[in-house]
């Protein structure tokens, strides 16, 4: 669970995040368990960071967004559920993650540990294409992102950046 503000001089900054899995625990949790954690996250943010509407669930998760939007039928929710758009290419995201690092542009919140944790891991393989590990919370944190990545820093340099990065001079 994460929490991105975009400041209205095109900085994106994760404020708030907590993650869990169901990894290494005894007794693994279901949608339905989720959905009431992600609640009192919601609330945890709004009362340190200001309301949030939208929330972006991994639309491959079919179970959890429809536990979502039952809760919100059955509770009157206000908050939107809504599955994320994952149309960006994976290389892509991280090109536009790293251009706006480089730009400062991209801010994380000290206390955010378990993404800068997996920031500082994350990487590509020894054939040079993204690894397929320690990205659940990196890719977790696109999904907010996403619809909303011509907000975030000078597009044009960023454009520029990338445009660099896939050219082979």
């Given at each position: 669970?994460?929490?991105?503000?975009?400041?209205?001089?095109?900085?994106?900054?994760?404020?708030?995040?907590?993650?869990?899995?169901?990894?290494?625990?005894?007794?693994?949790?279901?949608?339905s368990d989720v959905i009431p954690r992600l609640v009192m996250f919601l609330e945890e943010c709004k009362e340190e960071w200001g309301f949030a509407r939208n929330?972006?669930?991994?639309?491959?998760?079919?179970?959890?967004?429809?536990?979502?939007?039952?809760?919100?039928?059955?509770?009157?929710?206000?908050?939107?559920?809504?599955?994320?758009?994952?149309?960006?290419?994976?290389?892509?995201?991280?090109?536009?993650?790293q251009s706006w690092l480089h730009t400062a542009d991209f801010l994380i919140v000290?206390?955010?540990?378990?993404?800068?944790?997996?920031?500082?891991?994350?990487?590509?393989?020894?054939?040079?294409?993204?690894?397929?590990?320690?990205?659940?919370?990196?890719?977790?944190?696109?999904?907010?992102?996403?619809?909303?990545?011509?907000?975030?820093?000078?597009?044009?340099?960023?454009?520029?950046?990338?445009?660099?990065?896939?050219?082979?001079?």
């Open positions: 669970m994460y929490l991105y503000g975009i400041t209205y001089d095109k900085k994106c900054v994760v404020l708030k995040t907590f993650s869990t899995n169901n990894k290494d625990r005894t007794v693994p949790f279901a949608p929330v972006f669930i991994d639309s491959a998760d079919a179970a959890t967004i429809a536990e979502a939007q039952k809760s919100k039928r059955i509770s009157n929710l206000v908050y939107e559920f809504v599955g994320a758009w994952k149309k960006t290419k994976n290389v892509t995201r991280v090109q536009l993650q000290d206390k955010c540990q378990d993404y800068i944790d997996e920031m500082n891991v994350y990487g590509y393989n020894e054939n040079g294409e993204l690894e397929d590990a320690n990205d659940h919370v990196i890719q977790g944190c696109q999904y907010a992102w996403l619809p909303y990545k011509k907000e975030i820093g000078n597009w044009e340099v960023i454009k520029a950046i990338i445009k660099g990065a896939d050219s082979d001079e």
